[in-house]
């Protein structure tokens, strides 16, 4: 099994900035990509970026292009969601899933952290 711990959310003004964390133990061998995705209330659970562990190759929803930027530590099996010009509509629990392909698709990820909660207030 894979065990996956966000952190990092919490309330920030619109046009501020969150770095989330999600620390990745266990059997981490058995994924390749972990992704981070949210979902806000009433709303489905939407992508929101990818990495790679081996490349470092990257995979972004539309919405985020240039305001967030994923990045990886190897060394501490964590990744990083660096969220930059923060809209009231980013305001969601943002998810860490971590899986064996980079893809858009929530149900290709098999390992899921407990969320955590962004929220921009206008």
């Known amino acids: 099994q894979v065990q996956l711990v966000e952190s990092g959310g919490g309330l920030v003004q619109a046009g501020g900035s969150l770095r989330l964390s999600c620390a990745a133990s266990?059997?981490?061998?058995?994924?390749?990509?972990v992704g981070w995705f949210r979902q806000a209330p009433g709303k489905e659970r939407e992508f929101v970026a990818a990495?790679?562990?081996?490349?470092?190759?990257?995979l972004y929803a539309d919405s985020v292009k240039g305001r967030f930027a994923m990045s990886r530590d190897n060394a501490k099996n964590t990744v990083y969601l660096q969220m930059n010009s923060l809209k009231p509509e980013d305001t969601a629990v943002y998810y860490c899933a971590a899986g064996r392909f980079r893809t858009i698709l929530s149900d290709r990820y098999d390992y899921w952290g407990q969320g955590t909660q962004v929220t921009v207030s206008s």
């Open positions: 266990g059997r981490t061998s058995r994924t390749s990509v």
């Open positions: 990495v790679s562990w081996s490349d470092g190759n990257t």
